[in-house]
């Protein structure tokens, strides 16, 4: 148990931070923190993607939300990393996280929303979908933007479906994962800091 608290320990105190260029040249092996992977039942991680929600619960007390703080500063990876690249199969979209101390799982959860929940979706992009799930997406784009108004207290959306409203009822985060085929099928090339995001309807 100690070696496991220490691996996911806040702070600088437990082995370099590797920069992108150190992962791709000793082709490193990047172990992903349980909580994103999904394996911790002690604090499994609630991040809605268009409310911007972060949470978690402990799978044996589902009753009350956990406070993220709890584990926000802890590394995503180990070793640490300064940059990880998410993709998603639902989505079109890269999240590029970085930080110079190490990306943490606050990095992660902070870095997805700003990019699906305030980046709206272009013109161009909207239309590279047929008719019909264009239509999809408008309509959950005016339902998250009711939803949100009511339940969070947001500012009124500009009218424009957000990255989030792309992935229509599938908002909540359910976990990472290497995924290097897909990877290389997506981008061209598949590197040890490429993860692979799993959306659920939750």
Known sequence: MG??????????????????????????????????????????????????QMAGYNAAARDHDLPFADVKD???????????IIIAEISPWCTIVRNPGGVTLGDICNSLIADYKDNPVTD?????LPNRVQDSIRRAAAHNATYNASYYSSPAASGRPTRADWLRDKLYFER???????????????????????????
């Open 124 to 128: 161009g992009e909207l239309a590279s």
């Open 74 to 84: 802890q590394p995503a990876t180990f070793p640490r990393a300064d940059t990880l």
């Open 3 to 52: 070696d496991r608290v220490n691996k996911w320990a806040p702070g600088v105190h437990y082995g370099p931070v590797l920069t992108q260029t150190d992962v791709y040249l000793l082709d490193a092996d990047l172990e992903l923190h349980p909580v994103l992977k999904g394996e911790d039942d002690s604090f499994q991680l609630v991040l809605n993607l268009s409310t911007g």
């Open 176 to 202: 990472m994962s290497k995924m290097d085929n897909y990877a290389k099928a997506r981008l061209g090339y598949s590197a040890p800091n490429i993860f692979v995001m799993a959306l659920t309807a939750w």
